[in-house]
């Protein structure tokens, strides 16, 4: 029976030393979560919301070229109102130039003829904005999908760490069962026992843990994805991803955040230009035709009429506002080119961060497999050995837990990696879903 067990430990140790053998696309289960979230998570659909504003704010702004066409009535009662008496030959004659009631109605219509590109400035102000938050919805999509990505390979990892703690669990209780049957035939010391009985417990406690941090993470997936992930994601899921490794070249053209900040950038440019077109004049039309009383001599009688001109407006002074928004204005772009700068710095950083952080973890799992392949070796020794009696029970449950501790050891570097190669495609904006 001892040896059916050590059998089926060494075939799961080689079973989660597959998990990088090639470089694959991500598994259906992670996609399907992915675009399950993207669909469900409210602040993306903020977002959007957001990014619809903004395209709105820009045909408001479009709209500014356009003719205003308006329909005006009023009426105004007035009084006194100014009478003049004419003395002529017999009688006299009371002239009113505008009556009490005043009654007009006109379809007006006023046009910008030329604002010096104020317009055009605002317009490609409310196109940057409008960039920016769509550039913003695309980077919270981005952001999320990979925070899915790292949840799903957290679970895979602790459910694959379980499995090995269960495996552990019942060869202990295999061995506690064997060493108490060979104290009551006086082969074995209470030591030995209490040893094993130890180690049961802590093997046990460190399955609680493991569970426990499993359903946080399972907490945590459902939370963005708005449903539950426990029936997705197979028992028997691996580390597997595209292992292409990304370039910095990519991560500069590529990463979200940079792109946000080079959006932010573009935008205090348009606000320069239209700061700087502040003081610049207006050239505008207006007309109005329609039906009013008050037209000398009749005053009582509605008539048509109509009114047409142009209206010039130049700025002259406004407490020197204009010229400290420009100033304003041009801080605030040399602001945003050192955030951009800063953002390019810090993209590189990363980048290097990751892929020192790839190289170490695939350089550790080559050890651990190593390492792994040595221990499966030693316990098939110990397993001989303990069988010829040259060695005690305890002994042998020690050579069977270093390999427990080497597998956990090798799963920890494949997640290490994984999320190593997660970090790398974030940082380049690689989309896998």
Same mark, same amino acid.
């Given at each position: 029976? #001892?040896?059916?067990?050590?059998?089926?430990?060494?075939?799961? *140790?080689?079973?989660?030393? $597959?998990?990088?053998?090639?470089?694959?696309?991500?598994?259906?289960?992670?996609?399907?979560?992915?675009?399950?979230?993207?669909?469900?998570?409210?602040?993306? #659909?903020?977002?959007?919301?957001?990014?619809?504003?903004?395209?709105?704010?820009?045909?408001?702004?479009?709209?500014?070229?356009?003719?205003?066409?308006?329909?005006?009535?009023?009426?105004?009662?007035? !009084?006194?109102?100014?009478?003049?008496?004419?003395?002529?030959?017999?009688?006299?004659?009371?002239?009113?130039? %505008?009556?009490?009631?005043?009654?007009?109605?006109?379809?007006?219509?006023?046009?910008?003829?030329?604002?010096?590109?104020?317009?055009?400035?605002?317009?490609?102000?409310?196109?940057?904005?409008?960039?920016?938050?769509?550039?913003?919805?695309?980077?919270?999509? @981005?952001?999320?999908?990979?925070?899915?990505?790292?949840?799903?390979?957290?679970?895979?990892?602790?459910?694959?760490?379980?499995?090995?703690? /269960?495996?552990?669990?019942?060869?202990?209780?295999?061995?506690? +069962?064997?060493?108490?049957?060979?104290?009551?035939?006086? =082969?074995?010391?209470?030591?030995?026992?209490?040893?094993?009985? $130890?180690?049961?417990?802590?093997?046990?406690?460190?399955?609680?843990?493991? %569970?426990?941090?499993?359903?946080?993470?399972?907490?945590?997936?459902?939370?963005?994805?708005?449903?539950?992930?426990? *029936?997705?994601?197979?028992? =028997?899921?691996?580390?597997?991803?595209?292992?292409?490794?990304?370039?910095?070249?990519?991560?500069?053209?590529?990463?979200?955040?940079?792109?946000?900040?080079?959006?932010?950038?573009?935008?205090?440019?348009?606000?320069?230009?239209?700061?700087?077109?502040?003081?610049?004049?207006?050239?505008?039309?207006?007309?109005?035709? *329609?039906? /009013?009383?008050?037209?000398?001599?009749?005053? =009582?009688?509605?008539?048509?009429?109509?009114?047409? *001109?142009?209206?010039?407006?130049?700025?002259?002074?406004?407490? @020197?506002?204009? #010229? %400290?928004?420009?100033?304003?204005? +041009?801080?605030?772009? +040399?602001?945003?080119?050192?955030?951009?700068?800063?953002?390019?710095?810090?993209? #590189?950083?990363?980048?290097?961060?990751?892929?020192?952080?790839?190289?170490?973890?695939?350089?550790?799992?080559?050890?651990?497999?190593?390492?792994?392949?040595?221990?499966?070796?030693?316990?098939?020794?110990?397993?001989?050995?303990?069988?010829?009696?040259?060695?005690?029970?305890? !002994?042998?449950?020690?050579?069977?837990?270093?390999?427990?501790?080497?597998?956990?050891?090798?799963?920890?570097?494949?997640? %290490?990696? $994984?999320?190593?190669?997660?970090?790398?495609?974030?940082?380049?904006?690689? +989309?896998?879903?």
């Amino acid at each position: 029976m #001892k040896k059916n067990i050590q059998t089926s430990l060494l075939f799961f *140790g080689l079973c989660v030393s $597959v998990g990088f053998a090639q470089a694959v696309n991500p598994p259906n289960p992670l996609v399907s979560l992915v675009r399950q979230s993207l669909d469900y998570y409210p602040k993306i #659909k903020e977002q959007q919301q957001a990014a619809a504003i903004s395209a709105y704010r820009t045909r408001v702004a479009q709209s500014q070229n356009l003719p205003v066409l308006s329909l005006d009535a009023s009426y105004t009662r007035i !009084d006194p109102v100014g009478v003049i008496t004419l003395p002529l030959p017999g009688n006299e004659v009371r002239t009113q130039f %505008q009556p009490n009631n005043n009654y007009n109605t006109a379809l007006t219509l006023n046009q910008t003829i030329w604002d010096f590109g104020r317009t055009a400035a605002n317009v490609e102000k409310s196109r940057a904005d409008e960039t920016l938050a769509n550039t913003g919805v695309e980077s919270l999509k @981005h952001t999320l999908a990979y925070q899915v990505a790292a949840f799903y390979y957290g679970i895979v990892f602790l459910q694959k760490s379980i499995e090995v703690q /269960k495996a552990q669990i019942q060869l202990l209780r295999e061995n506690e +069962k064997v060493i108490a049957d060979k104290i009551k035939d006086g =082969d074995e010391i209470d030591y030995n026992l209490i040893a094993t009985q $130890v180690r049961y417990k802590n093997a046990e406690t460190r399955l609680v843990d493991l %569970q426990t941090q499993l359903d946080k993470q399972y907490i945590l997936l459902n939370t963005v994805t708005g449903k539950d992930a426990r *029936g997705i994601i197979p028992a =028997d899921a691996e580390f597997v991803w595209n292992a292409a490794e990304a370039e910095l070249n990519q991560a500069q053209t590529g990463n979200w955040d940079l792109k946000l900040a080079q959006n932010r950038e573009q935008i205090a440019a348009r606000d320069l230009g239209i700061a700087q077109r502040g003081t610049l004049p207006t050239l505008g039309f207006n007309g109005s035709a *329609g039906f /009013k009383n008050g037209i000398v001599p009749e005053i =009582d009688r509605f008539r048509f009429n109509t009114l047409a *001109g142009v209206r010039f407006l130049l700025p002259i002074y406004s407490g @020197h506002r204009a #010229k %400290q928004q420009i100033e304003i204005a +041009k801080l605030n772009q +040399k602001l945003s080119q050192y955030t951009t700068e800063t953002q390019q710095l810090t993209l #590189k950083s990363d980048v290097e961060q990751a892929q020192n952080d790839l190289k170490a973890a695939q350089r550790k799992l080559e050890m651990y497999a190593q390492q792994v392949q040595q221990a499966q070796y030693a316990v098939k020794l110990a397993n001989t050995r303990y069988q010829n009696g040259v060695i005690t029970n305890l !002994d042998l449950l020690t050579s069977q837990t270093a390999l427990e501790e080497s597998q956990l050891g090798e799963l920890q570097f494949k997640y %290490q990696l $994984v999320l190593a190669q997660l970090q790398l495609g974030r940082l380049a904006g690689s +989309k896998f879903w």
